[in-house]
């Protein structure tokens, strides 16, 4: 495995197997926006849950380019032991299982658990990071705090900064990125990114809070209004720093982690869009404590999209009910121009507004819509700059 190579978006652009393994229900943290349902439970997965999940996936998709498994929690590092243990494992029977597809492992974590020793065994596995942070401590502490009501910035992000100085020394910095989760009250986008630059991170994503409607945080169409206003400085801000000297090689590397749609453009060349449907129920599965397997790990917090368990495996008609609701066979989707780059929306953000989660939002859509005009005005600026660079 090379893990000095930016590996991100070429797992986006597949063929990926995404197996998230929901290690605890427990957390550490309180955060007020959390999709979590169960963070009062303290069940955690055991090793025998996890190693027959790693079983029945790999036997079942050992003829993929990747293989990706992703321990979630709660916060995952209150059950490290088990997650130690199931690398040790994957490792050995991906090597009798896998067919010239790579073993990856990807870690969700709030930060607050992260110590020298966990450290060098996510450094030493190669593993990719998602911590969340949500911007500088104001903007951080607002939401993410401690039972006792105490902001977790501090923590978080010294133990953040260690881990990006070990990763560092093997160039693999671009494997460790930033979550930040905004709300229709704190936006902020371009002070956030900003900030995590300046830390010194390479790779951030931006996601909205995902709430029902007439909530605290859901976005109205207000409030996308106000998003967008930000947003539009963020790409003025892009462009900027595309003016500032950097090289051809390291154009798109550079930004791809806070525009998204730059995955599927590659830089001076024609645009070809891929199609980055988030495989819920085909390519990408979570695995609970309980041994069941969802088709993704939001909706089974609400005990929705159940497709089978690790027991009597995934069922075929449940999968293929997934596989058949493609943007191509979706009424809503079939006549808009960008359905291959968002793939019919978020089924978790769906779910939140219909009882079909099959069936895109409105605002979802606006949504998508926007980012991707913005995220082209940026491509075309950077394509530009290209020409110039040649």
């Known amino acids: 495995m090379n893990k000095n190579r930016n590996i991100f978006p070429k797992l986006y652009q597949g063929p990926t197997i995404w197996l998230l393994l929901k290690v605890t229900d427990g957390c550490n943290l309180k955060c007020k926006y959390c999709y979590c349902k169960q963070k009062g439970s303290c069940k955690k997965m055991s090793f025998s849950t996890a190693k027959k999940s790693v079983d029945y996936f790999l036997n079942k998709f050992k003829n993929f380019k990747y293989f990706c498994i992703s321990f979630s929690g709660g916060e995952s590092l209150l059950n490290f032991d088990v997650i130690r243990k199931t690398v040790f494992y994957a490792q050995k029977k991906a090597k009798r299982t896998l067919f010239g597809g790579e073993l990856l492992f990807q870690l969700y974590t709030n930060g607050v658990l992260l110590s020298p020793a966990i450290n060098k065994f996510l450094f030493r596995n190669g593993f990719l990071i998602r911590i969340s942070i949500d911007g500088p401590d104001y903007i ?215 009882d079909n989660f099959f069936k895109p939002s409105k605002i979802w859509c606006d949504y998508i819509k926007r980012h991707s005009a913005l995220d082209s005005k940026l491509y075309a600026k950077l394509s530009k700059k290209l020409i110039e660079i040649n």
């Open 140 to 354: 951080h502490n607002a939401y993410r705090k401690f039972a006792n009501g105490e902001g977790s910035y501090n923590i978080v992000m010294a133990n953040a900064i260690a881990l990006l100085k070990l990763y560092k020394t093997k160039n693999m910095e671009r494997r460790i990125t930033i979550n930040s989760v905004f709300s229709p009250r704190l936006l902020n986008i371009q002070e956030r990114i900003a900030h995590f630059v300046k830390c010194g991170f390479k790779s951030y994503i931006m996601a909205p809070t995902s709430s029902a409607p007439n909530t605290e945080f859901f976005f109205s169409v207000k409030d996308m209004d106000r998003f967008f206003n930000e947003y539009s400085k963020l790409i003025r801000w892009g462009i900027q720093q595309a003016s500032m000297g950097w090289q051809k090689k390291s154009l798109r590397d550079k930004l791809y982690g806070f525009f998204p749609f730059l995955w599927k453009m590659p830089l001076g060349a024609p645009l070809k869009l891929y199609y980055p449907f988030c495989g819920a129920g085909v390519t990408s599965f979570a695995v609970l404590p309980n041994r069941n397997i969802y088709s993704c790990h939001v909706l089974a917090e609400e005990n929705r999209g159940k497709v089978g368990n690790i027991i009597n495996g995934i069922d075929n008609k449940m999968q293929m009910l997934y596989k058949h609701n493609d943007v191509d066979s979706r009424k809503e989707c079939q006549k808009c121009s960008i359905r291959y780059s968002c793939g019919g929306g978020c089924l978790a953000e769906n779910g939140e507004i219909y």
